[in-house]
Antibody
């Protein structure tokens, strides 16, 4: 069965960096674009970034552009999100999510990892 | 402020029908067939209920249906049940500066 397992969250000081990982299993990882979506405590969902299946094309939301870098290692079936210059407003649960082929909806989500930016 | 506008809350009694609206612009909802709806229970990951405006994934009850008119998409839940109580989010592909946008979410209460 499809599984997405995020890791790497925690408490970090403002201005520092953190790298999140998402281990994928149960499907052909190289056949799917992968996304990061976040949710601040008590708030709604916010799209963060996408990377297409080959890893050559990627795109960020305005919130993360210039600070967040999405990447993937297809040999390890793993998705990453490198987050630099973190701010208090980046505090959120970060989900990795798989997009169904040929469309733009998320058919599988991980359980999420909490990132708290605080001094 | 979210890119797509949803009512903050809706409510209904068991057995009734409710509709949640999702209003965007011609750059997203109005110009896209990639509108989806997600259900999220507390402390759980979202679950897709409707994709591509009106398609229902296998395993999702046929009590859930989606539609779109102009810049507004809608999710209708008929025959409300207690387990439908959750937060609901719409999402759309956008030709704007960001690839995907979500609505602010709607809390559904089943009274």
């Amino acid at each position: 069965q499809v599984q997405l397992v995020e890791s790497g969250g925690g408490v970090v000081q403002p201005g520092r960096s953190l790298r999140l990982s998402c281990a994928a299993s149960g499907f052909s990882f190289t056949s799917h674009a992968m996304h990061w979506v976040r949710q601040a405590p008590g708030k709604g969902l916010e799209w963060v970034a996408v990377i297409w299946s080959s890893g050559n094309n990627k795109y960020n939301s305005d919130a993360g552009r210039g600070r967040f870098t999405i990447s993937r290692d297809n040999s390890k079936n793993t998705l990453y999100l490198q987050m630099n210059s973190l701010r208090a407003e980046d505090t959120a649960v970060y989900y990795c999510a798989r997009v169904a082929s040929g469309t733009y909806y998320f058919d599988y989500w991980g359980q999420g990892t909490l990132v708290t930016v605080s001094s | 402020q979210s890119a797509l506008t949803q009512p903050a809350s809706v409510s209904g009694s068991p057995g009734q029908s409710i509709t949640i609206s999702c209003t965007g612009t011609s750059s997203d909802v109005g110009g896209s067939n990639y509108v989806s709806w997600y259900q999220q229970h507390p402390d759980k990951a979202p679950k897709v209920m409707i994709y591509d405006v009106s398609n229902r994934p296998s395993g999702v009850s046929d009590r859930f249906s989606g539609s779109k008119s102009g810049n507004t998409a809608s999710l209708t839940i008929s025959g409300l049940q207690a387990e439908d109580e959750a937060d609901y989010y719409c999402s759309s592909y956008t030709s704007g500066s960001t690839l995907l946008v979500f609505g602010g979410g709607t809390k559904l209460a089943v009274l």
